[in-house]
């Protein structure tokens, strides 16, 4: 089982940014998916969670406005589109069978009992 991350890159403040999450050996469909990011030595944070059927979203407050996810589920694939990215975006980003971000004061985590994260694409935003 693989959920390879892929579309990162090196971006100028204000720039746009489309990456995807392929999955392998795992069927999405019935499942909502999130994405991830992480800084070295910090936290990982639970950035977005795109609904089993597309039409439902949510989203940390730090990309709220900027981010939006989707999937094909035909494809196997969840996107992450990214907009007006900002330095403090620059992370290692990756996507996993489970949400957990906080938005607000509310935390939303779907998990079904199965662990499967893959390689992240890291993301670098410059001033």
């Known amino acids: 089982v693989q959920l390879q991350a892929s579309g990162g890159g090196l971006v100028q403040a204000g720039d746009s940014l489309r990456l995807s999450c392929t999955a392998t050996g795992f069927n999405i469909d019935g499942y909502e998916i999130g994405w991830f990011r992480q800084v070295s030595g910090k936290e990982r944070e639970g950035i977005a969670c795109?609904?089993?059927?597309?039409?439902?979203?949510y989203y940390a407050d730090s990309v709220k406005g900027r981010f939006t996810a989707s999937r094909d589920n035909a494809k196997n694939i969840v996107y992450l589109q990214m907009n007006n990215l900002q330095p403090e975006d620059t992370a290692n980003y990756y996507c996993?069978?489970?949400?957990?971000?906080?938005?607000?004061?509310?935390?939303?985590?779907?998990?079904?009992?199965?662990?499967?994260w893959g390689k992240g694409t890291q993301v670098t935003v410059s001033s």
């Open positions: 795109v609904g089993e059927g597309g039409d439902n979203t």
């Open positions: 996993g069978s489970q949400c957990g971000l906080y938005y607000g004061s509310t935390y939303y985590n779907r998990y079904y009992g199965k662990d499967y």
